[in-house]
């Protein structure tokens, strides 16, 4: 059946009944037995763009290897065929083995295995501390800003803005803060312009500060895993509402801020979800808390229906109802 | 009293104690009888900026000239003196009598004498033209806004955006929707680069079609009057967002626009106030009316949040929580 | 196994082991794999009164000829044997073809294939319309009224009232339209006659007109296959209430009914779901609108719980509440 | 000012500025002062349709007479005119004195001077009961009924049917039920014929009976006084449905009816509200609770609609909000 | 396979793989067939801390077995091997008898076989009986609830708290009563003192009695069986609630009580669970049913949060928000 | 009038009528106009028990005094006559000065003019220190406890537990939290006992420490003026939860505490309110801070009630709704 060397390909990309080499994570491996009494292990694996579930049974040849070597959480080279049955995308294994070394030079690459931003981290944040640099005119909280940013910049890089409502992948929470700086820089400017005699002003410093602030208690909220996050014990307990506050309080350099910048700083952060069923234990009672509240909320929703849109497929009109958005979107009359 | 003639003065800017001439339009005359039984009429005058209510006693000089000459809707000059009593701003009348041609020559102008936007209706409109003629790159879809505010322009020029919640002056229906638009602009463009492989793709025009046209029911909704707005029967059984989307699909020009483009337009309209206790039969189901439905609230809430801070007094760090946002302000620590 | 021929029986009479052939209709026809790998199509098959379910094994000799042949939508002759397991009813079968012409004169109608109104078509029609033209004393809404029933008669006669809630088989809203009206034809009498100096006066016309039409946006608001419904993008993105109410402006006839009539009627429509949360965005603020929504609920309602009654089987006092009313309804301390 | 002898009429039909002598009814008579410091009593006399409301200052000369002997509850005989403020109907008083056994002859009436149903109590009482003799074909239950009824005749014949939501009015309770058994009569005889193959089948004698005997409980519930009602220690701790429910299960007649038909009908009574925010534990579970629900709440909505109607004045085409519906409801486009 | 002759154990405490000799109750049997039409019984068997689910296979030596003879609610002796596999812990039976009068010298019980409360029955009804005895001072009251307690004491001994939520299992019901009416001594006790001029005072009594008789409508709500219970007919149509007091006012005691306190006792039971969407009509308005309520409440909610952390297993530290609770239970960092 | 020199006495001990010289706090000083152009000064006076507020008018002896002089938050004595009016309890005062260093030997004491609490705040405070020494065995705990309350016991010995819904005097915080900790001591005690398995066990430490720290953040969130509390800012953008458990993790002493009992501490405080709408982002997820939600509930609601009762006068059997349980009280069928 194997007559001639697959070539290397992403698992993403493999057609059905399609053969080839693909570098994989190990994403699930539980041992079950059908009602029949029958054991097997159901595994996954996969990478950036598709993960597949299927069963090892016991009688297959790798069921001891899997019972005994995989591990999640561990990468694989595997040869096999891919398939779609009606338990979603499966992966008929041919041979198997651990990345070694060597495979970076085939083009192993662990990022390219985790669903990922489909935009760089690394320009994002510049682009992200350029514009904190360029917007915040009132230096103490400029440095608060920047200071927090730079204390926990390795897990801000890569982490998720949520488990699974919307930009739940490496780096998406940074993708989203950046996007809600974005809006609310435009907001900020707008606005501010629009109510000249706002009395007091719009203070356009807390708006930008804010919409970076606003879920860096995300980073306490969530353990970081190779795949996705869990809560931790103080995000279940607490939420990142009050944690991000404190670790603007915490900072070193809050005592600089000058107190009712401080104050309406937090109240940007405690009430950005608005509502106390969403954690927001006070609405948005500033101008500033309003501004970001909005851009955050849209920038959250449309994530949910450009995934909603992405994942539908078949020529229904509407995509389910099952996404985190709990109702149908439209994919017009004749989706392609 | 009054030994030197009065300047003219516009009744908004009056200082209490204040002498001065002012023209009024009459906004207001009620015949009342307190506890004790000693008859008055509650009358009420305004400019743009402020509106006086205060009792004629029935052994005032003017009661009989109140009982039969003055009407609400009427314009007056009236000599007096300002005051600010515990039932809010007063005016002690000297004299009175009616606006004639001649006082034009003088600076009367009835549109001083009612609340009005801060900007100029035919800029705004040019604009909002403008950006239409721009930014609707399907020539139907343009050809249906444009036709619609043609046909209904004088209205739509003067029309307020509500009766008391936001942007209730004249020409607030035109600032809000120009306002709205334009977010909807920067939105448009930040999230069709943002999410370039939307399928389908977001389509621009719509939003920026929907959001020149989401409120355009409320020209029918509404019965204008001198003063402010009232709801037609229609307005009552029916309300802006369906009678809007009628004035959409009774267009001349909507025969022209490709079906599936007018429900999407449709549904804007429809959608627009997101949840069905706000009007809205149906959520977005769009991006194009996730995106406007976000512009339109946010301006919304936006403005009420720029009254109660306008409208807040004393050194209370909060506003009231009277207001159409039913919540409270904060207006700094030591507001002025 | 065979030894007679068996004999032609409705599939919905056949006992348990009998076997007979019946004329069904394909409903579904699924490619599947079981969890351990084994392939098969799980097909349906139904009369007006019972569907079956039940799979076709990759090792069955019908499997080729139901993945080359056999279509959702066509009309079969099977020869079978009916079983019911804890999947639910099942056939196991025997002989099956395509139905052809010569099989009409055995007794084969598509219309016995399809779960229908117990009652007559074509009798409740008449029965409609001479409720119309008897009881809308006002010529252009009796006019507007027949025209539009006239002009959407063919759907009208075979469309559901709803695609699972209540009446929801073929001819289920001409059905449930009639009953309504029916209730309230009583209901305008009676309520006119109770409050003999209500002011305007009840206008029974408005009431069985409106009646007559609540619904009639269903038309629209579903796409009918052979089976059931699905919602069109209009009835997804707009919904049957307003566009009910779009057919009544439409109509060439409305010209011809007075202003005040239409609104009145409009009002009907727009509200005859009363919450906001059901669909209408105005709740009934006339009389008319108010006995309109009563009738149309309680029919609803009781229909509900007729079929919750009908559904439950065993010895349980409460039906379980897996039903459109989501809670139990009461069978009796011993329900046979 | 008294040239002549002022006739006999009815305050309510009194034309402002008109003298005359009505019968009244004091319904109220309390001791305050004014901010000034002026003491006075606010006094209210009535007849069945109309109420007035107005001070006797302490230099008046009805002063002493008010404060020593004018009793709320007590009949009087007064002379004056009528006059309308904006505190709204008054009575200018010239003579006052309690009514005596001689003023019968000329017209007084006590019932005269209480709001009350606009149909005769004894009459609604006889075709209330020929309606259960003659459709509760169950003798037990006809009797239970009927006992109940026979044992609470006296109050249930003049009971409000509410303090004020709806007929509250002398016998507006008798007229409620006997409206609400009307319309169950009507729904049991079409729902049982629509769905005649219901299981268990519909027991009309049921919802005969439950209609008849829902709001029995009132009867505890209230405790009437000259002037309407006031809720019992009872009523306000346990209210009128379990109080209704207990009338029931303690009339000697419960004992003779089946188990299972009096459960169903204590189940009519608990249910009948529908919500639990309404005050019913449990919502409609039979077919019998479903009607008699829908047949009571469309007739108390149908009577707040009317009286918001009957309300209302000006030339609004809406009435005020401020009604037991708590919406406005529509009078036409130009309401007379 | 069976060398030795296994011991006698008890269900829940054999370890995966262990053989034994168990006895225990019958709890299911239901007739199934596999997707692929292989017929066969899923049984369960349970001891009063375990249940085990398993099929019996149509080709096992047990299967004719267990379709003629065996029957849920009996009680069998089994010779087995437990096994815990992803659809639960399991049993394979080696061997399988009924209990014969003989077991018992064995240690057979089939009070061991139900799960049942921590605590010996006779011992709290003796500490409940105390309690009231020595804390309800006045002597109609006590009487009442003794007498209550007594003419239903059989089944009171016994009865579940409730189907799931909490102290579902054997003599539930009177493990909670007594827990709260020992929190309501405690209660009253000290809000007696603390409010020592509280008008009326606190009648303690009265707390005492109707946190002894706040759930005694269960006892009519529920049919016991073997196997925990299930609703009565009165249980679905009209509630614990209202069938507790009925048992109250029922009692030949009551007619001895004072008029007001029974109506304060009713109280208390109407108002226990103090929302209307948990079945209490009225919210408690005495200080007597806000102590019970709140004794209550805090009881049923303590105790599902102490299933949810015994029921959780595995490192989570969280429990699953699967519990009655609705939410998660915090476990503590590394739970055990 | 004034022939004998009138005792001093308290206002709050005043019978209608009497004239005396009382020891008073100026609590009010508005400057109004009635509706007919009369100036006026409303002006209010209290001691702990009664208040009293009356108008000043412009021809009064004491207008130039009241306008120039008297001051809210003064102390005067003043001779007069006390009244009760239709608004209220009022003085007719005869002479006023400001209370001086020599009135003191006359018995003035200005607590005795604030309304406090019925206990005696010192003894409150010993008894509440005791119990938190002799119940938190862990040390870092019980400093932290300690070191928080030495901090902050100035404030914390007169702060009022609200602004207005209970506890709502001088020292009512103290009063409040000391009953809330002596509930939690029997609730964690009693529950510790009953579920002696739990797992993790109760953690009675946390119990009392969270119960005595639940509502510390209300020394930030008010700020104490001489008459009740205002909001600070960070109290109204913050809120009291937030803010309390700032004070917690600001402790120089929290540093000792073991993180896992930080984190359960904090959650108690977080989660003492339950409901997001009243204030608690999280729900309890522990046992404790279940307990410490129940007790701090009750206590709340039972001050409500008992102060709704002490409010209450007349004979009807019930309170009025307008009081911060929002409903009516039960006072007894014949209340005096």
């Not at 606005?191 to 970076?212: H, K, Q, S």
């Amino acid at each position: 059946m194997e007559t001639s060397t697959p070539v290397i390909r992403s698992l993403s990309d493999l057609l059905i009944g399609e053969e080839a080499d693909v570098f994989v994570l190990m994403t699930a491996k539980e041992a079950l037995t059908t009602k029949q009494g029958k054991p097997y292990y159901k595994v996954g694996f996969r990478d950036a763009g598709r993960e597949v579930l299927f069963p090892i049974w016991c009688d297959s040849e790798f069921f001891t290897n899997c019972q005994d070597d995989w591990q999640p959480g561990g990468f694989y080279k595997i040869r096999g065929v891919y398939q779609e049955s009606s338990y979603g995308p499966q992966l008929e294994i041919h041979r198997i083995r651990e990345v070694t070394a060597a495979d970076t030079s085939e083009g192993f690459d662990p990022s390219l295995c985790i669903p990922t931003t489909r935009f760089d981290p690394e320009e994002m944040m510049r682009d992200f501390l350029d514009i904190l640099q360029g917007n915040i005119a009132n230096e103490p909280l400029r440095s608060l800003c920047l200071q927090i940013l730079e204390d926990n910049r390795e897990t801000f890089m890569i982490c998720p803005a949520a488990r699974s409502n919307h930009h739940a992948f490496r780096s998406g929470l940074l993708e989203h803060v950046l996007s809600v700086t974005k809006t609310c820089l435009y907001l900020a400017e707008k606005y501010d312009a629009y109510y000249e005699n706002l009395n007091p002003p719009l203070d356009r410093d807390i708006v930008i500060a804010g919409a970076a602030l606003h879920d860096i208690g995300k980073l306490r909220e969530y353990e970081l895993g190779i795949e996705g996050v869990e809560y931790s014990p103080a995000g279940n307990l607490i939420g990142h509402i009050l944690l991000g506050r404190d670790m603007v309080r915490e900072s070193p350099c809050a005592a600089a801020v000058d107190p009712e910048h401080l104050l309406r700083l937090e109240h940007v952060i405690v009430a950005h979800q608005r509502l106390p069923e969403w954690g927001s234990p006070k609405p948005p009672m500033t101008p500033e808390a309003l501004l970001v509240h909005y851009a955050d909320d849209l920038d959250a929703k449309y994530a949910m229906m450009a995934s909603a849109l992405a994942e539908a497929s078949g020529e229904d009109p509407m995509t389910s109802h099952r996404n985190p958005l709990r109702q149908r979107v439209y994919r017009g009359n004749k989706p392609r």
